[in-house]
């Protein structure tokens, strides 16, 4: 049974920062993609990143690229993702989420939540102005 477990959320000013934790369990998680993505008051749901556990390729929405990083430690089986300037728009529900089928080489296929098959509860980020 795959667990994801996020935390690291909470209130910052705009142009601060976060760091978001995703703790997987009940797998070896070598052989997933592991993605961000967030949903905002009233608006969909939306991609934000995501990496391949084994060779630590990642593919970044335009949004989050230069601001945002994400990385994964092996040894704690846990994804991180690394939030600076952060935005009022950025304020929303982070979601992490896993897929065992990190074999496609179009990264933008792992930009559509129906790409995934295990989700975490989500860890909320505001962002004040």
């Known amino acids: 049974q795959v667990q994801l477990v996020e935390s690291g959320g909470g209130l910052v000013q705009a142009g601060g920062s976060l760091r978001l934790s995703c703790a997987a369990s009940?797998?070896?998680?070598?052989?997933?993609?592991m993605g961000w993505f967030r949903q905002g008051l009233g608006k969909e749901r939306e991609f934000v990143v995501v990496?391949?556990?084994?060779?630590?390729?990642?593919y970044y929405s335009d949004s989050a690229k230069g601001r945002f990083t994400i990385s994964r430690d092996n040894a704690k089986n846990t994804v991180y993702l690394q939030m600076n300037s952060l935005k009022p728009e950025d304020t929303a529900i982070y979601y992490c989420?896993?897929?065992?089928?990190?074999?496609?080489?179009?990264?933008?296929?792992?930009?559509?939540?129906?790409?995934?098959?295990?989700w975490g509860q989500g860890t909320q980020v505001t962002v004040s102005s």
């Open positions: 989420a896993a897929t065992n089928r990190a074999y496609y080489t179009d990264s933008y296929y792992y930009t559509a939540s129906t790409a995934y098959d295990y």
């Open positions: 009940g797998r070896t998680f070598r052989s997933y993609a």
């Open positions: 990496i391949r556990w084994s060779s630590g390729v990642t």
